[in-house]
Structures are given as structure tokens and as C-alpha cells.
């Protein structure tokens, strides 16, 4: 059973970076693509980054595209997010998640993923 823990939310201002943190256990962690979705209340959740298992490959949403930045180190069994020029609209529980099928490129949908962390709150005041 995988578990997978994030940590480095916070409270920021707008403009100020934040990383966030995925540290996995209890299973395979290297060979499967890893991603980041997020949440605010009364809203679906949504893709914000993936990385394929080697690292070699990676996604964003457009909404983050060219501010944050997705990596892993899988001699940690950790994944990052790298949050820069933080906003107000980023504002949401950020959440890490292990696809349900080992090797292949980042995806996309949350069916597509089968083990979620309990998630990290980030809140961007203006």
C-alpha cells in the first residue's frame, strides 16, 4: 500500500514562492508517473503538473505554465513543486498523486491515478 505525504503549504503573499514536498512509502515509487492536482472548495479538482517516472518528461496546466516547476528525486522517493510568482488564484489544497500503471509519459486525469496524498493547504493573500 502506497502512502504518499505532502508538506510545504503555508500562507504567502502574492509574488512570494513556496515548495512544496510528496514523499512516498510503503511502495513503488520510481517506476510510475507522479503528478499534482489541486482543490478549492465547491470546485472539481485539477491537473496542475505531472512528471513521467524518470523525470524526463513533464506537464503543466496552463495556468502555472512558466511559474512552477515539477521535479523528483527517486533516491528520496520524493516529488517537488516548485511554486514561483505565487497568486492569489493559486490559492487551493495542493495534492500528489502516483499513476495506476508503471513507466509510461505524465498524465492528465485524475482516473488515472490511484494512490493520493491527504494534501497541503496554500493560501496567497493579495
Known amino acids: 500500500q502506497v502512502q504518499l505525504v505532502e508538506s510545504g503549504g503555508g500562507l504567502v503573499q502574492a509574488g512570494a514562492s513556496l515548495k512544496l514536498s510528496c514523499a512516498a512509502s510503503g511502495g513503488s515509487f520510481s517506476t510510475y508517473s507522479m503528478g499534482w492536482f489541486r482543490q478549492t472548495p465547491g470546485k472539481e479538482r485539477m491537473f496542475v503538473a505531472g512528471i513521467s517516472w524518470s523525470g524526463g518528461s513533464t506537464d503543466y496546466a496552463d495556468s502555472v505554465k512558466g511559474r512552477f516547476t515539477i521535479s523528483r528525486d527517486n533516491a528520496k522517493n520524493t516529488m517537488y513543486l516548485q511554486m514561483n510568482s505565487l497568486k492569489p488564484e493559486d490559492t487551493a489544497i495542493y495534492s500528489c498523486?502516483?499513476?495506476?500503471?508503471?513507466?509510461?509519459?505524465?498524465?492528465?486525469?485524475?482516473?488515472?491515478?490511484?494512490?493520493w496524498g491527504q494534501g497541503t493547504q496554500v493560501t496567497v493573500s493579495a
Open positions: 498523486a502516483r499513476t495506476n500503471i508503471a513507466g509510461g509519459s505524465t498524465r492528465r486525469g485524475e482516473y488515472e491515478y490511484d494512490y
